[in-house]
Every structure is written in structure tokens, then in C-alpha cells.
């Protein structure tokens, strides 16, 4: 997953990422373009947290592989 859908998904901005995983906008900020599977094990986390849809692509794996 690319840096900045995981943005998107969880709110648009540094800050909304950060406080959905619960890690600081610095963390964030460090995130690699390409996301290792850990951050994004943490962004869908975080989406069935805060009651969002999580996209069928992200459960399956096909994104990552795709890209």
C-alpha cells in the first residue's frame, strides 16, 4: 500500500493517521512511499477501530503484489 492511500483512509492528514494508530505525526511523517506489511496490518487495524469500511484489496493482499 502507497503512503498516501493509508493517508486517505485514515483521514487525509499526518495527524488523523497518527492519532487513528496511535503513534505520533513524526512516526507517520518516517513511513517509507511502500508500506511493509506491518503499517499496514496497523492501518486496517485501525479502520476496524473507527468502524470504517476496509477495501476488499487490503484483506486479499492483491494491492501490495499489484504495485
Do not use: F, H
Request: aromatic share 2%; hydrophobic share 50%; glycine share 6%.
Amino acid at each position: 500500500m502507497k503512503k498516501s492511500r493509508a493517508l486517505e483512509l485514515l483521514g487525509g492528514t499526518v495527524a488523523s493517521a497518527a492519532e487513528a494508530i496511535g503513534i505520533s505525526s513524526a512516526a507517520v511523517s518516517q513511513w517509507p512511499e511502500e508500506l511493509p506489511d506491518r503499517i499496514v496490518d496497523r492501518v486496517i487495524a485501525a479502520l476496524v477501530k473507527l468502524n470504517k469500511a476496509v477495501p476488499a484489496d487490503l484483506l486479499t493482499g492483491r494491492e501490495a503484489k499489484a504495485a
